[in-house]
């Protein structure tokens, strides 16, 4: 392993380890740091298993690294895919399902086929800018360690690089809460009482045994609750993790939630047998910061589809901001024809050199980062921060100075689906028909 690396990536999850695949494949000395055992990140480890989305309005907008690696996935396990060209359906309903177990497995082995080095179980412990580029300090089970890398990719989600490095970071004053994944099991859903049901959780909120955002939903929570079998509907509200001990306290936080939620319902009318068919070991965390960078998205430029003339990617998400109580989701489409493009300068925290983020941390407000920070998204802005990286360490240049057009070209030859600033994509992404419209899919 090498103590000195074109580019260093933080966090192996959705951003993260197609930004090691892509930098790694475009022939950078290459190294992935992640702190699990795992990589995916909220995917894996976190169980939300579910990649979107990566078509808008039935054409496909996001592919290249992440949709490799999630489409593979899918072949091994004999996932049938959704039909994306119904874009009237809901959101949910056009994600992919994967098996994390399996595409764990497909990241190891993609990262390893890239000539990528990886190191699981560690952390950054510090973050230096140098003349000739950074100063990393890891550490590992064996202790710490420095190397050197001419670019540095923050994909840790919280910014964790940024923070260490002395730059900004933006927190919202009401984060959007946790959840905590489980499925479960050990009952017929069609055969239960849920006006009775609903009574009981009203009681037991009413009582203290249950918190009234427990559920997401004050009224009549109970039929969707256990149709769905729990899957990432119990809310950990409050939760950040931009330290350790506020990893520790999210983590508490989500099992005596859920532990709290499992009591009441083992003693339910019809729930005796309730079992607990998987669970995730993290608990999953929707906001903690982002960076300021040298421009920062707004929920206008989102649901507007601005066309930024440094976009490097696409993203495609309705707005979804969770209430910080935990009691509901505001949730708005965007209006039929928006496809959204995320700019290389969000991406670049200012004041620096050599860096990038890629991820839930790239700069946005609350409610446009609650679009973009899903996993297709992050994997678009992964390849992209890759491929930046990647060519500014052989052009000996900072990731702003890279020419736009080496990158969209670098990231089309790798797969990836580019915004075009001189209109040819948007050209053809207009061309779905109008809801409603003599030409609208049957």
Not at 231 to 257: D, F, L, Q, Y
Not at 262 to 267: A, I, N
Request: aromatic share 6%.
């Amino acid at each position: 392993m090498s103590e000195r690396y074109d580019v260093v990536v933080f966090g192996g999850g959705p951003a993260g380890s197609p930004a090691a695949i892509q930098a790694a494949r475009l022939g950078a000395r290459t190294l992935l740091v992640e702190k699990n055992g795992a990589l995916g990140g909220t995917t894996t480890v976190a169980g939300v298993a579910l990649p979107g989305l990566f078509h808008a309005w039935g054409r496909q907008i996001i592919a290249g690294v992440g949709w490799e690696m999630v489409s593979r996935t899918a072949a091994l396990t004999g996932q049938e895919l959704p039909d994306f060209t119904r874009w009237d359906l809901p959101h949910y309903k056009l994600q992919v399902p994967v098996q994390p177990a399996v595409l764990a497995a497909v990241i190891d082995e993609t990262i390893m086929d890239s000539g990528a080095d990886l190191l699981l179980h560690t952390m950054v412990g510090a973050a230096e800018q140098t003349d000739s580029g950074w100063r990393l300090t890891l550490c590992g089970k064996e202790g710490l360690h420095t190397v050197e890398a001419a670019m540095v990719v923050d994909a840790t989600g919280d910014a964790d690089v940024v923070a260490l490095a002395g730059l900004p970071r933006r927190a919202n004053r009401a984060r959007q809460p946790g959840t905590i994944m489980v499925r479960l099991g050990g009952y017929d859903p069609d055969a239960l009482d849920y006006d009775l049901l609903d009574a009981e959780y009203e009681q037991a909120v009413a009582g203290g045994r249950l918190l009234p955002g427990d559920l997401q939903r004050f009224t009549a929570p109970m039929r969707k609750f256990l149709r769905s079998r729990g899957e990432n509907s119990i809310h950990v509200p409050g939760v950040g993790a931009g330290t350790s001990a506020e990893k520790t306290s999210a983590e508490i936080a989500g099992r005596r939630t859920f532990l709290r939620v499992y009591r009441f319902l083992r003693g339910l009318p019809g729930l005796d047998g309730l079992t607990v068919e998987r669970w995730a070991t993290e608990t999953g965390v929707r906001e903690t910061y982002t960076i300021e960078g040298l421009e920062r998205i707004t929920v206008a430029d989102y649901t507007g589809g601005r066309l930024w003339p440094d976009a490097l990617s696409y993203s495609f998400y309705p707005v979804d901001v969770h209430s910080s109580d935990g009691d509901g989701i505001d949730i708005r489409p965007l209006a039929h024809g928006v496809v959204p493009t995320v700019p290389r300068s969000a991406m670049i925290p200012q004041h620096s050199h050599g860096l990038m983020v890629a991820g839930r941390s790239v700069a946005g407000d609350q409610e446009a980062n609650s679009a973009y920070r899903v996993q297709a998204s992050c994997m678009a802005m992964g390849q992209a921060a890759g491929a930046t990286t990647a060519l500014a360490a052989h052009l000996g240049v900072a990731p702003v100075d890279v020419p736009l057009q080496k990158i969209r070209a670098a990231l089309r030859a790798h797969g990836a689906i580019v915004p075009d600033v001189a209109g040819e994509d948007e050209t053809a992404l207009s061309t779905q028909p109008e809801p409603g419209s003599s030409k609208e899919r049957p």
